[in-house]
């Protein structure tokens, strides 16, 4: 069955082209810092976005009409699996990303269950072995059923524990068969509302006992995803664990976990932690640890995560700058975590919305690659820190300084003299930069 009937495949036209649908500044074969954008970009649809949601939001029930919306569980399921695969060829995104609880219904025991995830991925396998399509990663959904009310790995009933490690053995089967190139650990409900019901102690001990159970499982079973932990400092729980990039990367480190894992970070997540994408990007590449993207962004007006999809072309900029300086998001892609508007209802809003996004990382891209290319931000960022190349500031980066002769080298009171940032400077030639590619 064919479900976007009236969209054909979206091609590159360029600047010049009027054509809503067409991309004007995404084009995969063009090559850019010796790759090509498709290779850089690695781009991924968002299945639960995509195709579960209805529209719905607190105040209203679901706006979209979806052509695979008439027929009980299973038949849907089956039906977004072609849904999926046809959106995938005609927006020409290679990969794509699922919790395991989107692409199919939970039944009435967990047999039942892992049942109807058999069927769909065999349905998911066919295709994708017959249109060359890939999975970028999967998850286990442990949050949204009543029995995690109280969290899954953290929970405080060891039933809920053991159903969860069942549920992440079934969807490590599923990631290892269908070939994904990632698996995302996000702990939808792993926080906690009030500390006076709490043992963060345990919960924190609890939760890494069940990541080492997936590493050695994986291991066990011959999956080699790269294993991925996305940060998120808030909702559904009041304090998530995995506060942002740096909380996390604590919490790695402490567990012995750091040699397994790396981050997929989410730019709705980092305003909502208090940081921009670029610098949980940062923090996650300075540490070894960026693993993937999601793509999106919030409304600053708003606080809670409205997973936008991503327009704000200085924030896409940044955002390829540190991928490319960190070197590319290898196993990683740019998943486009993100919903079309309660307002934007119509299927042709799902192709709209994903070249938005798409056309934004590209121009991001290619201002990202000018700035690296001119060496715009590293000259200035050498020169900042030129003290330290010479004197008393190369003693104290090669290891040679001590108190004793900083305190000889300040006591020769020679006059200290700072220098502007300069950063409004910076960002007009930033601005200059976006808007000429």
């Known amino acids: 069955m064919t479900y976007f009937k009236n969209i054909n495949k979206i091609q590159f036209e360029g600047k010049g082209s009027d054509n809503p649908l067409a991309f004007k500044h995404y084009n995969p074969s063009e090559v850019v810092l010796g790759k090509t954008m498709e290779e850089h970009l690695r781009f991924a649809v968002a299945y639960w976005h995509t195709f579960t949601y209805g529209g719905a939001d607190p105040f209203g029930v679901g706006t979209s009409v979806r052509g695979w919306d008439n027929a009980d569980a299973l038949d849907q399921a089956k039906a977004r699996v072609e849904a999926n695969f046809e959106f995938l060829e005609k927006i020409n995104i290679p990969y794509y990303a699922f919790h395991d609880r989107d692409i199919a219904p939970e039944g009435e025991t967990l047999q039942e269950t892992n049942k109807n995830l058999d069927v769909i991925a065999d349905l998911l396998e066919s295709n994708m072995k017959s249109s060359g399509k890939k999975l970028l990663w999967n998850t286990a959904n442990m949050f949204t059923n009543p029995r995690f009310v109280h969290g899954a790995g953290t929970t405080c009933n060891a039933d809920v524990y053991a159903y969860a490690g069942a549920q992440l053995k079934k969807s490590l089967e599923i990631g290892k068969r269908l070939g994904a190139e990632n698996y995302v650990f996000w702990g ?54 995995d506060f942002d990039a740096a909380t996390t990367i604590a919490f790695l480190q402490k567990y012995g976990l750091k040699d397994f894992f790396k981050l997929n970070l989410e730019a709705n997540h980092a305003t909502l932690a208090g940081h921009t994408f670029e610098h949980e990007i940062r923090t996650a590449a300075i540490n070894g640890l960026l693993g993937s993207l999601d793509a999106n962004q919030g409304d600053l007006l708003l606080g809670w995560d409205t997973d936008e999809f991503p327009t704000d072309l200085y924030s896409t900029t940044l955002t390829m700058y540190e991928v490319l300086k960190a070197g590319g998001l290898n196993k990683g892609g740019i998943n486009f975590d993100a919903k079309v508007r309660r307002g934007s209802f119509e299927d042709e809003d799902l192709f709209l919305a994903h070249i938005a996004g798409m056309d934004s990382y590209a121009w991001g891209l290619k201002a990202a690659a000018k700035l690296i290319e001119e060496k715009v931000l590293d000259s200035i960022v050498d020169n900042r820190y030129r003290s330290f190349k010479e004197g008393i500031g190369a003693e104290i980066v090669s290891g040679k300084a001590s108190l004793h002769t900083l305190e000889q080298y300040a006591l020769q009171n020679n006059p200290i003299r700072n220098e502007s940032g300069r950063q409004e400077r910076i960002k007009l030639v930033l601005n200059e930069i976006i808007y000429s590619v």
């Not at 890494?208 to 808030?234: C, N, S, T, W």
């Open 188 to 241: 939808g409900r792993e926080g906690y509302e009030t500390l006076l019901n709490t043992d963060m102690a345990f919960e924190l001990d609890n939760l890494a006992r069940l990541l080492h159970m997936g590493v050695d499982y994986a291991k066990e079973i011959g999956f080699d995803a790269q294993f991925l932990i996305e940060p998120k400092p808030k909702e559904p729980t009041k304090h998530q664990y």
